[in-house]
């Protein structure tokens, strides 16, 4: 499983998660409530600008992870080109990156088990109700983990299908994706059982 920490030690890391959770809601509050471009375009600047500070790596990093919103903003800049809203296009992807810029960056410098300690702690009011709150955050926990180990998994089932067939792979690749995700679902399953269950 790979680490969603930064290779790179920085500041933001000393700092508490809950700071940092609470700093990131209120900055894409914030976000939403921005409409005109040239503030987003502001924003995403400064937002680049945090990822620049600690230095190359960790920017080169931090942009990695956002490669796999660009199918979502060339989407959505395509869609407003043709309807005629290309600003209002211009807005929204904006807004998308630099939401998704700054959750990254958070997730980059807090330890997984210092979120869900947040998540543990906000869920407190669920558990005077006698609601049992483990299996939710194991759930988000499992969630965060897993995703970008899955997005990188089918990164190279379709670099393995580039290398084997010139056709494009589109939904012929659903069937070994379903079935790898599956296959590290029962992985997962089998190590909580052997650890006492969730």
């Known amino acids: ?41 502001l924003a995403c600047a400064l937002t680049l600008g945090l990822y620049a500070l600690p230095g190359r790596l960790f920017l080169r990093t931090g942009l990695g992870r956002l490669w796999v919103l660009w199918p979502f903003v060339a989407l959505i800049a395509v869609y407003h080109v043709i309807i005629g809203d290309a600003v209002n296009g211009l807005v929204i992807v904006l807004r998308m990156i630099t939401a998704v810029a700054l959750a990254n960056l958070v997730t980059m410098t807090t330890r997984l088990s210092d979120m869900m300690a947040v998540v543990d702690w906000l869920m407190t009011p669920l558990r005077r109700l006698g609601i ?67």
């Open 1 to 41: 499983m790979i680490s969603l920490t930064s290779p790179v030690e920085t500041r933001a890391h000393g700092w508490p998660a809950g700071v940092k959770l609470g700093l990131l809601c209120m900055a894409t509050v914030v976000l939403f409530r921005m409409e005109a471009a040239g503030w987003h375009l």
């Open 132 to 198: 049992d709150t483990r299996p939710i955050a194991l759930a988000m926990a499992l969630v965060i983990r897993f995703t970008p180990e899955l997005a990188r998994k089918g990164q190279m089932l379709t670099l393995a299908w580039r290398a084997r067939a010139r056709r494009r792979p589109g939904w012929r690749l659903i069937p070994a994706f379903a079935a790898l995700a599956l296959d590290d679902a029962e992985h997962v399953a089998e190590a909580l059982r052997a650890r006492g269950g969730a």
